[in-house]
């Protein structure tokens, strides 16, 4: 965490999939005056857990939606 002025900075290396309404919880744990910002750093290799995990989910997300309609 860095001091800039009156504020504190807070720079984390975070999985994209994990900053889904992040800047909502911010938000609100700090009053409405919390700002957030994302900037992509590299890409990674997935643990192979979340790799079949992952993949299952997109499975079963591109099954559900050719189900719905009518494929």
Do not use: C, I
């Not at 900053?19 to 609100?28: E, I, Q």
């Not at 790799?51 to 719905?68: F, H, N, Y």
Request: hydrophobic letters at 40%.
């Amino acid at each position: 965490m860095d001091n800039a002025g009156r504020l504190q900075v807070v720079k984390a290396l975070v999985p994209a999939a994990e900053l889904h309404h992040y800047g909502t919880v911010v938000r609100s744990l700090t009053g409405g005056r919390g700002l957030h910002a994302e900037k992509f750093s590299h890409y990674e290799e997935m643990p192979v857990e979340f790799e079949k995990k992952v993949v299952e989910e997109a499975k079963a997300a591109k099954a559900a939606a050719a189900a719905e309609h009518g494929h």
